[in-house]
């Protein structure tokens, strides 16, 4: 079956423009992830949604990063204003059901996004 | 910061068993010990997990001490495809958050 997908898979913008970043959640999962990943690290978690709701947002740097899903379903991360910094590889994920920490996390590719 | 402590490299001669191991010397008892994989520019991918027991799955075998405070990812046979960074993670059961906490890894590089 499909897995969880993101689009675009690459993404280069200038400094202090606005970006969003797209993702397809496995079908009927409830619970859904956004990560970043900088060159040589592990992924670090932005945002956790379970259904429409954003139920663990702790991880977003600073307001200038949102994300939403409106249905449920696909949900989009929108960065304003972008700083250099922000590049990096954006990993989205999907679960089943709320976390009960005995499923897996499905991830999709991640967008890499560069900013100049 | 990642509970965990896992060492930077390996390296395993394909054939061979690859083990990886983890420290997590303060894990509580409600704490699962999860293992992913990244190969190169793909995201995450989910190995294996156990709470207590040993366990085994088409993919991996993880050894848990009796203590918890350390286990062992093992790669049976490992191929040139098992080349990854592989990620050790504890992670609770239940609560509002849902997110898995990724250290820096262990990259495995697997030589014929």
């Known amino acids: 079956g499909a897995g969880v997908s993101q689009t675009p898979s690459n993404k280069v913008t200038e400094k202090g423009k606005y970006v969003e970043l797209r993702c397809d959640p496995i079908?009927?999962?409830?619970?859904l992830y956004w990560y970043r990943q900088s060159l040589g690290q592990g992924p670090e978690f932005l945002i956790y949604f379970q259904g429409t709701g954003a139920a663990d947002d702790s991880g977003l740097p600073n307001d200038r990063f949102f994300a939403v899903r409106p249905e449920g379903s696909v949900s989009t991360l929108k960065i304003q204003r972008t700083e250099r910094g922000d590049s990096a590889v954006y990993l989205c994920?999907?679960?089943?059901?709320?976390?009960?920490?005995?499923?897996?996390?499905?991830f999709g590719p991640g967008t890499r996004l560069t900013v100049l | 910061d990642a509970k965990t402590t896992q060492p930077t490299s390996m390296d395993c001669a394909e054939g061979r068993a690859a083990n990886l191991p983890c420290n997590h010397s303060t894990i509580s008892g409600n704490e699962y010990v999860y293992w992913y994989r990244q190969i190169h520019s793909q995201g995450p991918q989910y190995i294996i997990h156990?709470?207590?027991n040993n366990e085994t799955n088409e993919m991996a075998s993880l050894i848990i001490t009796e203590d918890r405070k350390s286990s062992t990812l093992i790669l049976p046979h490992a191929t040139l495809r098992d080349t990854a960074v592989y990620y050790c993670i504890v992670r609770a059961a239940g609560g509002s958050q849902g997110n898995l906490i990724f250290g820096k890894g262990t990259k495995l590089s697997v030589k014929p």
């Open positions: 994920a999907s679960s089943p059901s709320p976390w009960t920490g005995a499923g897996e996390q499905f």
């Open positions: 079908s009927g999962h409830t619970a």
């Open positions: 156990g709470l207590k």
